[in-house]
């Protein structure tokens, strides 16, 4: 009989968490409409999940349209121009940005403040258009320059002065190694100063994935389509253990292992539900039996 089991370190991140339980507060607690501009998590069954209580998603053109609605901020975090948005629309503001986003926005914002008069450059390694980085580049009134892979550096000026930022989830050997292109590209007249600001209980999981990977026969990572961390944490999931499914519901698995599969692994992203997985361990174990 095969052996099942999930690992206890994926599931939800705090931020993620946080934005749940604020919406589910707040559900449970008024009778008024709830709007969430975004999915409030990249993974469609907990979306799905909330929709059913009263939770709807938006997008940023419904919120110039909404009027004195209630709107729920997940935890990406927004730019400044959404809560003037909201504020000129009268609308009440659920902010659920995870706080380590919040002290990122505040660190970025204070350094693009002090160096702009300096002709200097705020860049931030992160995902061209993702939420989080969107809220980021808002802090710079729109002047930070994203550069989501060693190439896009090409687009910096080397005698200017430079001050690196990342997005929180962004791995941390991909960070290192834009940090070494810039560096040895660096004018000597230029200064370079890069922040670490990448969130630690995003990045420790992909170790501690790769371990609990390398110890089971076969693995289904479970996670949303659009979930950058899990395109992350899967393909490093993938390289500890070559049989590794990614799956987004647990309806997706319809055969029995093969021959010889003792020990099976279910594992996720920041953006996966605990009960997701364990759909999936129990639609292993139905059909397994």
Same mark, same amino acid.
């Given at each position: 009989?095969?052996?099942?089991?999930?690992?206890?370190?994926?599931?939800?991140?705090?931020? !993620? =968490?946080?934005? &749940?339980?604020?919406?589910?507060k707040e559900l449970k607690e008024t009778k008024d409409d709830l709007y969430c501009l975004g999915d409030i998590v990249h993974n469609n069954q907990e979306v799905d999940r909330l929709k059913a209580d009263g939770l709807h998603s938006i997008v940023h053109a419904?919120?110039?349209?909404?009027?004195?609605k209630k709107v729920l901020?997940?935890?990406?975090?927004?730019?400044?121009s959404?809560?003037?948005?909201?504020?000129?629309?009268?609308?009440?503001?659920?902010?659920?940005?995870?706080?380590?986003?919040?002290?990122?926005?505040?660190?970025i914002n204070k350094c693009y403040v002090e160096t702009r008069s300096q002709n200097a450059q705020v860049v931030i390694y992160g995902k061209k258009g993702h939420a989080e980085v969107n809220g980021l580049v808002g802090q710079t009134e729109g002047n930070a320059? !994203? =550069?989501?892979? &060693?190439?896009?550096?090409?687009?910096?000026d080397f005698n200017r002065d430079i001050y690196l930022f990342s997005q929180t989830t962004k791995p941390l050997d991909g960070f290192h190694n834009v940090i070494e292109e810039i560096r040895s590209a660096m004018s000597p007249q230029a200064k370079f100063t890069f922040y670490d600001t990448i969130?630690?209980?995003?990045?420790?999981?992909m170790p501690n994935i790769k371990t609990f990977a390398s110890n089971h026969d076969w693995i289904y990572f479970v996670a949303g389509k659009k979930s950058s961390n899990g395109k992350v944490l899967f393909e490093e999931c993938k390289k500890a253990n070559p049989n590794t499914l990614f799956v987004s519901d647990a309806d997706e698995i319809t055969e029995p292992l093969p021959p010889g599969i003792q020990r099976v692994g279910v594992?996720?992203?920041?953006?996966?539900?605990?009960?997701?997985?364990?759909?999936?361990?129990?639609?292993?174990?139905?059909?397994?039996?």
């Open positions: 009989m095969i052996e099942v089991e999930i690992d206890n370190g994926s599931g939800f991140c705090f931020g !993620v =968490v946080n934005a &749940i339980k604020s919406a589910e419904d919120l110039s349209r909404l009027q004195g901020l997940r935890a990406h975090g927004e730019p400044p959404t809560y003037q948005i909201a504020k000129e629309n009268n609308i009440t503001i659920i902010d659920a940005t995870c706080p380590v986003v919040i002290r990122l926005q505040q660190r320059i !994203v =550069v989501e892979k &060693i190439e896009d550096i090409s687009v910096l969130c630690r209980q995003v990045t420790n999981r594992c996720g992203a920041t953006s996966t539900p605990k009960w997701q997985m364990e759909a999936v361990a129990a639609r292993v174990r139905e059909l397994n039996a």
